[in-house]
């Protein structure tokens, strides 16, 4: 749901859910698939334990080594995840994160390469920026306009229009 310009995407319980008693959550897929860009979400994460916050692409596929061929062919790309919200030395910190298939031609199973993990000012309270620069050539990550990372996971970057999601799980 929108309240005050935001959308809001929220979890809960329910016993008498339209799919029977569980969880309910949501997701945003954008209509169109790209290839390559500029991708950026300002947002304040789930701070409920349990929940997980993310900003991610995803290509048809991605965990097929036929079809990713070690991510030239799809890949996943988390912008940012944020299961974190546990006090610890996990707290107020997100992931960037790449997953595909075929790597170096490994046909079983996916690859993944966790990209690390990165202190955020306050992101169960505060509103924080999360992008990801996909090029021909790499991908860069950047938390509030400051670069993260940058990786070439994988046989490549994903050469093929995938979908840009947020979603609350």
Same mark, same amino acid.
């Given at each position: 749901? $929108?309240?005050? @310009?935001?959308? $809001?995407?929220?979890?809960?319980?329910?016993?008498?859910? #339209?799919?029977?008693? @569980?969880?309910?959550?949501?997701?945003?897929?954008?209509? &169109?698939?790209?290839?390559?860009?500029?991708? &950026?979400?300002?947002?304040?994460?789930?701070?409920?334990?349990?929940?997980?916050?993310?900003?991610?692409? +995803?290509?048809? !596929?991605?965990?097929?080594? !036929?079809? !990713?061929? @070690?991510?030239? %062919? %799809?890949? #996943?790309?988390?912008?940012?995840?944020?299961?974190? *919200?546990?006090? %610890?030395? !996990?707290?107020?910190?997100?992931? *960037?994160?790449?997953?595909?298939?075929?790597?170096?031609? =490994? +046909?079983?199973?996916? +690859?993944?390469?966790?990209? @690390?993990?990165?202190?955020?000012? /306050?992101?169960?309270?505060?509103?924080?920026?999360?992008?990801?620069?996909?090029?021909?050539? &790499?991908?860069?990550?950047?938390?509030?306009?400051? /670069?993260?990372?940058?990786?070439?996971?994988?046989? %490549? =970057?994903?050469? $093929?229009?995938?979908? =840009?999601? $947020?979603?609350?799980?």
């Amino acid at each position: 749901f $929108v309240r005050d @310009g935001n959308l $809001v995407i929220k979890g809960e319980y329910l016993t008498d859910g #339209e799919f029977g008693e @569980g969880w309910y959550t949501g997701a945003v897929k954008l209509k &169109e698939r790209y290839k390559q860009g500029y991708f &950026e979400i300002r947002c304040i994460c789930n701070d409920s334990p349990g929940y997980w916050s993310a900003f991610w692409i +995803q290509a048809d !596929s991605p965990y097929t080594a !036929s079809i !990713s061929k @070690g991510g030239v %062919g %799809g890949a #996943e790309l988390d912008i940012f995840e944020s299961g974190c *919200h546990s006090e %610890g030395k !996990s707290h107020n910190s997100v992931t *960037h994160a790449i997953h595909c298939a075929g790597v170096d031609g =490994v +046909q079983e199973g996916f +690859q993944s390469a966790n990209l @690390g993990k990165f202190y955020v000012d /306050e992101p169960y309270t505060k509103y924080n920026t999360y992008g990801l620069e996909w090029t021909e050539d &790499e991908y860069i990550f950047y938390i509030n306009g400051v /670069e993260t990372v940058r990786s070439t996971f994988g046989n %490549g =970057v994903s050469q $093929v229009p995938e979908d =840009v999601i $947020v979603s609350l799980e």
